[in-house]
Structure formats: C-alpha cells, structure tokens
C-alpha cells in the first residue's frame, strides 16, 4: 500500500477511525472517503481529499475528493439532525482525547474547555482582561490551565513572522494572528499538536456587537459565516508556524447544521447576543459564564494596544495598515 499522509482526524458516524483503516479505505475503497467527517486533509494511492469545511489545510479544494487528477464528488458527512447541545457535546468528545483548549473565559472557550477537560493555555499582556477571565473560569469550573504573559517586545518580534504567514495582511486579521501565535507558540513547545479553539461562534450565533444595531442581521449572519474559511485559512497559517493545527468544535457539521436551523432573530434579541449558545452554555457552566460578554482576542489579550503603540512608535500614528504594509515590504520585499 501507498504510505498515506493524513493530517488530522477523521470519524464515520460519531466515530473515529485510526489510520489503518483509514488508509486501507483509501486504497480499496476510495468512495467511501466522501462519507468522512472530522478536520482531515488527506493523500494516498492516487487520492487526496480535505474536509468538508476546509478546516484543515492541504492542496486540495475543501470538501473534496480527488483520485488520479479527477474530482470523484463532494465530501458531506453523514451525521443525523441533533439538537444544538447535543450536537457540541458530540463535536467536542470527537475532539477531547488529544489536544489543549484555547481559554479565553468568555461562554465559546468555557464551555469547550468545560467539556473537554483538557489542559488549558490562556495568553495575554500581564493584568490584560483575557487572563484575569480565563484564570478565574479555570479556578471555578476546576480545569488545569497554564498563564503564558506576553510582552509588547515579544509581540514586535513575531509581528514579520505574522504578517508573512498570513494571507490577509489588515490590522484585524494580523492582531488575531498575533494573539493566536503565542497561543501555538507554547502548545507546540509543550508537545501538542492539536488546539481546541471557539472559533466559528461568533458568525454562528451572532457574536459580534455590531449585530445588535444591523437591519440585515440575516444577511449579515449568512456573509460572515462565508468567511469563515478566510478565517480558518489565517489561523491554520499561524499554527503551522510551530506544527500544530487548530481544532474546532464550533465547526463540526452537526453544530453548523443545528445553528444554522435557529432563525436569526432568535440569536441576537434584545441586547444580547448568542443566545441559543449560552442557553445551552447555562446548563454545563455557571451562568457568569454563560452570559459574559467578552472583548475580541485582540482587545481582550491587550495585543490590539501594543500593535497601535509599535506603529507610533515607528513613525506610523494614524495608520497600523502603513505599519504593517513597511514591515512586509522590508522583511519579505513584498
């Protein structure tokens, strides 16, 4: 047999499947590939495939099988209609046997982190709001978590880093990324691979404070969730820095399909937001938790701060853009 080469993970049916047997369905049975779920990207005997979503990524459309140079069809798990609590207790035991979760102490990552029961890391500037959060959910749902504090030197030293491995270069898109890399940074230095992350949430279920003053709240629900691949795409990028890959709950096909099902006007309403996730959220977590609303990653970590401050600081004050623009043009001649 043709070694194969998988990255990630794959599951038939709420159930994993380990590498031989994956492998041996690639190689005799190839068709039974576009039945996969999980966050897989795949390559063997002629065959390469990707997950439904594009989670994880490989050089091969999203959801996608193709066998000797020929698209064989569109991957689409089969996985029947659940609840949304059902449908996340499922995402995230599919996703728990390996890996650290990704805290932040706001209801996406606290309750991820509460289901999985996996190590913990949390990141920020010393006293930022994401520490204090994150340290208090971990005391009080009793989850083992490491504190990594950063500095505004070890941030300008990663910003090229960043900024080249990311496809979108905005100041939004580099001060997630920047957030993000100290977070893979330390899980790739203590020796895992996979990142358990709330990413996908937020346009899931209307996270965004902007939703609650929107017309278009559908419309607005439906363009965000398209780009969420963009998103994925960034993310991967910086975790392929130190050889790990986000992993997320948010963005397993049961979850999509059940958040998806909740009319929007259900989701955001009367000032708060997400709400069909923290109803769910309520009944695993304490409701401070459940009901917390919480800064981006890049306010909440105090990066966004240091980002403005080291653009001033190079004789850029009123354009983090220009910054990031220079830095790209002097380190990588872009």
Known sequence: MSSLKLSGWVEVDGQRLPVREIGEIVKDRPKEI????????????????????????G???KGTLICDGEIKGKITPTVPDLPLEEAIITAVRLRGDEGVTALSGGVDSTLVAHLARRECVAVGLEESHDLRQA????????????????????????????????????????????????VVRWAGE????????????????????????????????????????????????????????????????????????IPAQEKVQGGHRKIPLRKVAERHIPPEFAWYEKKAMQYG??????????ARKNGYKSS???????????????
């Open 34 to 57: 576009l039945r996969f779920g999980g966050e897989f990207f795949l390559a063997g005997s002629g065959c390469r495939a990707r997950d439904h979503f594009g989670i994880m990524p």
């Open 59 to 61: 050089n091969c459309p």
């Open 135 to 182: 340290r208090h959910a971990a005391d009080t749902l009793n989850l083992s978590c490491t504190y990594v504090t950063i500095t505004p030197k070890e941030i300008a030293s990663a910003l090229p880093m960043v900024i080249e491995a990311i496809p979108l270069k905005d100041p939004v898109n580099v001060s997630i990324a920047l957030t993000l890399y100290f």
């Open 190 to 261: 203590h020796g895992y691979q996979r990142i358990i992350t709330g990413q996908g949430a937020d346009e899931l279920f209307g996270g965004y404070s902007r939703y609650l003053e929107t017309p278009t709240l559908a419309a607005d629900l439906e363009h965000d969730f398209l780009g969420l691949e963009e998103q994925a795409d960034r993310d991967q990028a910086v975790a392929a820095l130190h050889d790990t890959y986000l992993s997320m709950p948010y963005m397993d096909v049961r979850v999509v399909r059940a958040a998806r099902a």
């Open 301 to 310: 970590s105090g990066v966004w701060k240091v980002l403005q401050k080291l």
């Open 320 to 334: 983090i853009q220009d910054y990031i623009d220079q830095i790209s043009r002097v380190e990588h001649g872009h």
